[in-house]
């Protein structure tokens, strides 16, 4: 297929595009323009049209108007096999590799031309022809299931590669790599297109990687273009302006140090050792404690047991061995034990774990209370009393929502999360576990988020806080550990913390 | 006379000899409806109304048959019931917020009222049947040449297994039904509409099992009444999970299911009498530990396609 196909990076050219869904403007009359091998940075908060953009582009959305340009050339994409022809391919966030299938199966299926019956001799030795050519490789026989992150993400770029892209969007690439795989990946692709073979659109939010890797940026704000140069002509603050225009940021609230420092051990984990949903082990022999008044971060790219830890903390999974001790009781996840106990919980995707998305606002806020007085009275629960503590807890935690008897589904990621932080913190908290609580969220709801969990630590919780998010526990934690495939790897005090030791880590080295 | 004089001469050799004929015999209907059942979930569906399908597939075989003399068009006239039926199912399935499994449970009840229905007047008359290869002419032993009366579908359907393995890993067509049951997002993105190859998967099931359900009524029992399945479809559907989508489990996991239905009429022929009921009951008994010494409350079932609503 390479020999009849030029290669070379191609330019793209989007003009006043605009895409409404239903009363809703994702895109306004957006213009973008990336020259061919160049790496362009498509920055903007979640919700502020990248994904609506590109996915014009790739021909999953059709915009209501404006053009694209392909090499100066007006070009209609209906698909997201026209984009392919086109040599415009794109890398998504979530991966769209077949977990059950080899990565030859994966590479060999995404031709546009696949023949009826597969030689898998023949397309083994083409594509490993074609892997000659390339900076990088990845094992052709093993499941997409058994890679990392990072070899998935490899993966992914081969094979738009393998089908001849030419113009590569890449969403949100680095979210589930170690630092290192990041610079590893995001070096190669550079590297491709400083070469003239490639041109990179890469949507992101971390200032880090555009500096790093990106010759131009994009800022984008509610659908519309806030601005963007020359990646060495703005400073990060002009384009965190950018980004976030006028809304007010809470500052995060100092870590303040009692007299005396972490006060007594309030969760203790001993040998843990629990099995994931497909039985095989997720977390194998983790101890560790946390102390009143500190916050314990775990480190880790997602998949490393992490869930499965929180899950043990949250009742929701049986540990295979091991212990957890909760102020010096043994704790088994019962609900009678989380509430002696004071123990609040933030798991991830709080809409999944940690509400009943039909049920009301008013409702969802009730439930590590309602059972008792004076919520309820013996047999019957008093609705008025479940409403105004609602009423109450939507105020101190600034929860936008038409109603307390909306249903909480309804509401956005942000407010959800504050709705369960207002009742995993309205009360008296002992100990707080947190599972990537600002995941998805935008500026002004991480920043509160994250004072409500530090104020929390001032109070003398202790707070477990598990994130995929580095910078997020550099800046709140008093002492970071890193989770390995189910072990605990590495452990260090915040103020020796380094950033390449904690990837390494990560990576398993 | 003779017969009786010669099962007990062979003694209990009869038993399992009688064993071996009833497992072919009864289990090709349960190959035919169980590769078709896997087609359709391995593209991410699960299709409970094959039970209806197959009933529909005796109905309309035997009608096929009787009215144009030949019985392989009445096994034809089946299958394109059954894909007709697989369409309903992947049509009504394809509309937003349809669940699956309630579709295939009223298609169930709606493929069985309507055989039920419509095959009033085929009650009296007599179809011809199915022929048989007779794998057996080396031996003089009756019970031998009787098991060894091999019928033409389940040869077909010996043949069909592991082509079907084959194809399901190396043909385009395996391959995006595969992709789609696995992942339906990859398969969006790489541009194959994850309905359609479902509505294609789904009528291939429909076809198997209306295939299936004409082996009732052509070639054994080989005629036409109400009492004519005894939940053959609503099983097979089982035995695909319990084969682990794999064609050739599926294969014997048929061959073992008609063995231990057809162990207690070996039994009762030999003498033992004494507990019929619980003989008969054998099948699903064993169907019942299978499932349980295989499943586990922690984890998931290995090999399940991962859209499949059943194991999500």
């Known amino acids: 297929m390479s020999a009849t196909a030029p290669a070379g990076a191609l330019s793209i050219e989007v003009a006043a595009m605009s895409k409404h869904f239903g009363a809703l403007t994702a895109l306004d009359a957006v213009s973008l323009r990336v020259r061919s091998g160049t790496v362009h940075a498509l920055l903007g908060e979640n919700g502020a049209g990248k994904s609506t953009l590109v996915k014009c582009i790739m021909g999953f959305y059709h915009a209501d108007q404006g053009d694209l340009m392909v090499d100066g050339h007006v070009v209609e994409v209906r698909n997201p096999r026209d984009a392919a022809r086109l040599g415009i391919g794109m890398v998504y966030q979530h991966f769209t590799l077949v977990p059950s299938m080899t990565v030859l199966e994966n590479l060999v299926m995404a031709r546009a031309d696949v023949p009826a019956v597969i030689d898998w001799r023949a397309e083994r030795a083409r594509l490993n022809r074609f892997l000659d050519t390339m900076p990088f490789r990845v094992a052709l026989d093993t499941p997409v299931s058994g890679l990392a992150a990072g070899e998935k993400q490899k993966a992914e770029i081969l094979k738009q590669l393998y089908l001849d892209a030419r113009f590569l969007i890449l969403d949100e690439p680095t979210s589930v790599l170690t630092p290192q ?31 790093a890797y990106a010759d131009v940026v994009t800022v984008l704000r509610r659908g519309r273009l806030a ?14 302006a950018l980004m976030i225009g006028d809304d007010r940021v809470a500052a995060v609230t100092e870590r303040t ?19 994931d949903a497909d039985g095989m082990p997720a977390v194998r022999g983790v101890s560790l404690t946390v102390r009143a008044g500190e916050i314990v971060g775990i480190a880790g790219v997602s998949g490393n047991g992490q869930s499965e830890l929180v899950e043990v903390l949250a009742g929701q999974r049986p540990a295979s061995a091991g212990t957890v001790v909760v102020e010096g009781e043994v704790y088994r996840g019962r609900r009678a034990e989380t509430q002696r106990h004071h123990l609040a919980l933030l798991p991830e995707e709080p809409l999944r774990n940690a509400c009943v998305g039909r049920m009301s606002v008013a409702d969802n806020m009730a439930f590590r209370q309602f059972d008792r007085a004076p919520y309820a009275k013996g047999f019957w629960l008093s609705q008025a009393v479940i409403r105004a503590a609602a009423r109450d807890l939507i105020t101190r935690y600034r929860v936008k929502t038409p109603s307390p008897d909306t249903p909480i589904a309804s509401l ?11 009742r995993e913190l309205g009360g008296i908290v002992h100990i707080l576990v947190a599972a990537n609580p600002v995941f998805g969220l935008d500026f002004a709801a991480v920043a509160d988020i994250h004072a409500q969990i530090v104020a929390a630590r001032n109070r003398g919780a202790a707070v477990l806080l598990v994130s995929e998010d580095l910078d997020e526990l550099l800046e709140l934690s008093d002492r970071i550990l890193v989770m390995s495939e189910g072990h605990i790897v590495h452990e260090t005090p915040i103020a020796s913390a380094d950033r390449t030791a904690i990837g390494r880590a990560m990576a398993g080295h | 006379m003779s017969d009786v004089a010669l099962a007990a001469n062979l003694g209990l050799w009869t038993v399992p000899i009688a064993v071996v004929g009833g497992a072919i015999r009864v289990s090709t209907p349960f190959l035919f409806v169980s590769l078709g059942e896997l087609v359709t979930e391995k593209s991410g569906r699960i299709n409970l109304g094959l039970e209806g399908t197959l009933v529909m597939g005796a109905m309309s075989g035997f009608a096929g048959a009787w009215l144009s003399g030949s019985p392989w068009l009445g096994v034809l006239l089946a299958g394109l019931v059954g894909i007709a039926l697989g369409a309903l199912h992947a049509g009504i399935c394809s509309l937003p917020r349809v669940n699956d499994i309630a ?47 091999v019928n033409g579908l389940f040869v077909i359907g010996l043949v069909l297994t592991p082509l079907l393995r084959w194809a399901l890993s190396n043909t385009r067509w395996g391959m995006i039904v ?23 998967a789904t009528c291939f099931g429909g076809f198997m099992a209306g295939v299936g359900g004409s082996f009732l009524s052509l070639y054994y029992p080989g005629s036409w009444n109400e009492g004519l399945s005894s939940g053959q479809g609503i099983t097979a559907v089982a035995l695909v999970i319990f084969a682990r989508w794999n064609p050739v489990g599926c294969f014997l996991a048929s061959l073992l299911f008609g063995g231990a239905v057809a162990l207690g009429p070996a039994l009762q022929a030999v003498g033992v009498t004494a507990g019929a009921y619980l003989f008969n009951a054998a099948p699903y008994i064993l169907t019942l530990v299978i499932l349980i010494l295989s499943s586990s409350s922690r984890h998931r079932i290995a090999g399940a396609p991962g859209e499949l609503s059943v194991t999500r």
């Open chain 1, 181 to 211: 795989e990041a610079d590893e990946i995001l070096g190669l692709v550079r590297g491709m297109a400083a070469a003239g073979r490639l041109t990179i659109l890469i949507i992101t939010h971390k200032f880090r990687e555009v500096l």
């Open chain 1, 227 to 240: 601005g963007g140069g020359a990646v060495g002509a703005l400073s990060v603050d002009q384009m965190a």
């Open chain 1, 257 to 275: 140090m009692s007299g005396t420092g972490p006060g007594a051990v309030r969760l203790a984990i001993t040998d843990l050792a629990v099995a």
């Open chain 1, 412 to 422: 956005s990621g942000g407010n959800v999360q504050r709705a369960v932080l207002g």
């Open chain 2, 103 to 149: 579709v295939g449970i009223a298609l169930m009840l709606f493929g069985t009222g309507l055989a039920f229905y419509l095959g009033k007047p085929l009650v009296q008359p007599k179809a011809p049947t199915l022929p048989a290869l007779p794998l057996g002419w080396w031996s003089d032993i009756p019970q031998i040449r009787a098991a060894l009366e």
């Open chain 2, 178 to 200: 595969r992709m789609v049951g696995d992942s339906a997002e990859a398969a969006r993105a790489l541009g194959y509409s994850p309905l359609r190859v479902r509505l294609a």
